[in-house]
Structures are given as C-alpha cells and as structure tokens.
C-alpha cells in the first residue's frame, strides 16, 4: 500500500502537480500517443525541474514503485506509462538554448523535435532527429536517432555531446566523454535504463533550406522501385537522404485529387546540399521511369520535420514491428510487394531508413547502436484513429514481419519495437549488450528503470 503520509509530504516538496486516480484530468494525462496503449498510473507527476525530478526517483525508489519516464509519449509499446506505478513526466521542462558560435543546443527533456526545429531554425542550423515534430526528445534521443539528416550527419546519438542524468540512486550527474563516460556511452542507444536525462547538449550542423519531398510511383511497379532504390540511394551524395515507403496518398492537398486516396509506393528525400546542385542530384530519379508524382521543392526544414505531424497525429492506433536489413533481396522484395499492396488502413505504412553514410563511420563498439553495418532500418506500422481496427492492424503487421524477418539482419531499432522480450533486446543489441549489463549494474543495479527495452542487470 502507498503510505498516504508520504504521499502527503512528497506532493507538497514539488513545484510541479501530482495527478491521481478519480482527479478530473486523469484520464487525459494518462494517456500516450499510441491509443491502443491503456495503462493505470497510480500517480503522474509533472515536472517542472530538475529538483521534481530527483525527489520524484527518490519516492519511486523508497515507495517501491515502477517508474515510467515520459518525455514525448511517443514510444510504440507505450513505454512512457506503467500500469500501477509514478509515471515522471517530463513535457513542462522545455527550456532551450543556442550557442551559436559554438554550434550547440542545449535541450531540456520535456521538449518535442518541433521545439528544438523552431529555436535551431532561427540560426540557420539543426541537429539529426526523427520525422515527425511532435516526437519527443528523450525517448528518441536514448535509443538512436534516425531521420531526414542520417547519411550527411548521423544519428541524434552520433551528435549527443553531453547529458544530465537523474540516477536511481537520486543524484544527478553530468555525463561526457570525460565524467561519467561509461555513462555517456551507455546513453547513447541504450534507452531509459539508466536514469532520467533531464538535458540534452547537441552539436549543431548548418541545415536551413532543404530540397524535399516524396516521388510516389503506381504500386503495380513496386519490385521495380525498389530494386531501382536499393542500388541508387547507396551511391548517392550523402547531401541526398530518402526513405522508401509503401503509402496510401493522403486525401488533402499539395496531392493531386486524381492521386488521394490511391495506394503507392514511393521515396520522401530530403537534399541538404546547395538548393543549386539539387537538379543533378535528382536527375536519376527523374529518369527513372515516370512518377505519379515528384514533389520535390524548396523548402525551410522546419516544413520537412512537420510534415506528417497532422498525417499522424496523438491518439490512433499503433502496432509496429521492425528489424535492421543488410541486403533486399529479390526475395525479401516479392514479400514487400506482397504485403505493402494489403495495407490495412490508410494511414498504415511501410518505411525503409537509410543508415549508411556519416551514421556507417561509427563503428558497432562505439555506441551501443550495434547495427552500424546495416543499410537500412525498417518500420512496418499498422496505424489507424479507428479502436476496433487494432486487431486488423496488428495482424498485418505481425504477418508482414514473419514473412521478411528471415531477410533481416537479425535485430531492430529499439524505438521501432513494441515489447518484445528479452531475446530480441539482445538481438538488438548484439556484442554490445554485455557492455551494456555492466554499466547498468554500475548505475543502476536494482534496475529502477525498467520500463524500456530493459537491460537486465543480473
């Protein structure tokens, strides 16, 4: 039982608010990005520092509690929430600061990729992160990184210079490559295992205007795109990232009406280089056959990272299933063509990252993201704002995985996963995750955080 007294006390050390069953507003703070995640906190603390945070480990670990940390909300098996426990939520911590001469941004752990997009923009610069604004920094951050800048600047951990770290034991640390470096290495893939980053200092890369947008082409010509891609994007300026999905054509505009509605396939790029260059560096797309539709234009990259924040927005049903990819072969691709043309939904989609260029040039033991040597990370998402569609979203996705898994590398991104169990943990971890057991034993040996892709500490 929770000592009410306690609970009393702990309430009244905050700047921010607790949030209990029966309170008006428990059901909305309650909830996740991923709607068909529905778990029973007994308490949410919003935090509105540092000092909420270190007193809110402390009652967790003294309370016995588990703890669930929520920055963004966005993590597909619901990570951010726990049933029966403190969930730590972080989203009032949005502080934000840019040294411009320094090309850094330093980040408070409540803030979503738009919030840092908006301040970086400003001065002309931005650091790796995902594709949609509304992602949460932690979470992103702590398990990679991949996104419209991987193959010209690396993942969002390749660019991680520094973090403050709440730590199971309540203290706070500062973590670099020279204090705390088993930490530092240990945050930068390993996920929320090892305390709450209540900061986050990036370098910055000089990205202002982009050239940007999908090519979709007919879905009948599938195998033939991604043959074409497998080999293009490989060779390709590393200025020019490209994502290849499988897509149903969203129903408002830029598209054409003639193509809403209409499921593709198709590459959303993202060219970096001078706007100048960019014909040439699309003049082998535009070669290739011709397009539905190439919508590739100038744009700031701010745009590009907000893109598909109304597409996809809080509350609709998710179930993914990934796994990193070394080669597409022509049998994997007959499976693609066979279950991207069964998308369930309109919103469900298919994604293939890149992850060569600048991301190749760490090596496996660098960073506990193990799959340097993958060419790709590859998302299959069942998404609908529809409850009863989840049992037919999962089942796609679930069939979809078991028929490309042999083609795979063997492991996935962690944030890409639902909970999946310890075997895959590891699988995604690879030589890494011994490593791994060792600076979690140092850092947190009752293993306090272990709502992620939990590393065991025995």
């Not at 007959?334 to 298919?350: C, K, W, Y």
Request: net charge negative; proline share 6%.
């Amino acid at each position: 039982m929770l000592d009410s007294q306690a609970l009393t006390e702990f309430a009244g050390t905050l700047r921010g608010r607790v949030v209990r069953p029966g309170d008006a507003d428990y059901d909305d703070s309650r909830r996740v990005y991923n709607a068909m995640i529905d778990r029973h906190p007994r308490l949410i603390v919003y935090c509105r520092d540092v000092a909420d945070v270190m007193r809110g480990v402390d009652f967790a670990r003294q309370q016995s509690l588990r703890l669930a940390v929520r920055s963004g909300g966005h993590n597909a098996g619901g990570l951010g929430v726990c049933d029966d426990g403190l969930v730590l939520d972080l989203s009032s911590m949005k502080g934000i600061r840019v040294d411009a001469p320094a090309r850094t941004v330093r980040v408070e752990g409540g803030c979503t990729w738009g919030d840092v997009d908006h301040a970086t923009h400003a001065f002309g610069m931005a650091t790796p992160s995902g594709i949609i604004g509304t992602t949460g920094v932690g979470g992103l951050t702590l398990g990679g990184g991949l996104g419209h800048l991987t193959r010209k600047c690396g993942l969002t951990v390749d660019n991680l210079l520094e973090a403050d770290v709440v730590l199971a034991d309540g203290r706070l640390v500062t973590a670099n490559a020279e204090k705390e470096p088993d930490l530092f290495w240990g945050l930068r893939g390993g996920g929320g295992n090892f305390g709450v980053v209540t900061s986050f200092l990036f370098r910055l890369h000089p990205v202002d205007t982009v050239v940007a947008g999908p090519t979709f082409w007919p879905l009948e010509r599938s195998a033939e795109v991604m043959r074409w891609y497998r080999q293009f994007i490989v060779a390709a300026p590393e200025d020019l990232n490209g994502f290849f999905a499988f897509l149903t054509v969203p129903p408002v505009e830029p598209y054409p009406a003639a193509l809403q509605g209409q499921k593709v396939c198709g590459v959303v790029w993202c060219w970096t280089g001078a706007v100048a260059d960019a014909d040439t560096a699309f003049k082998p797309v535009r070669e290739f056959g011709p397009p539905l539709m190439h919508g590739v234009q100038t744009m700031p990259f701010t745009a590009l990272q907000s893109a598909f924040d109304a597409l996809y927005p809080p509350g609709h049903q998710w179930y993914w299933r990934a796994d990193f990819v070394n080669e597409l072969s022509d049998a994997a691709i007959a499976e693609h063509v066979r279950f991207g043309a069964a998308m369930p939904t309109p919103q469900s989609t298919m994604h293939l990252y890149p992850i060569d260029g600048a991301a190749h040039r760490a090596k496996q033991a660098d960073t506990p993201f193990a799959y340097r040597d993958a060419q790709w990370a590859g998302v299959i998402a069942g998404v609908s704002p529809a409850a009863q569609d989840a049992p037919k979203l999962s089942a796609w996705a679930k069939s979809y995985w078991d028929a490309v898994h042999p083609h795979s590398a063997g492991g996935a991104y962690v944030n890409f996963m639902m909970e999946e169990g310890d075997e895959r943990v590891r699988a995604s971890y690879r030589g890494n995750y011994d490593r791994l057991v060792q600076v979690k034993r140092k850092y947190d040996p009752d293993n306090l955080f272990r709502v992620n892709q939990n590393i065991r500490p025995n």
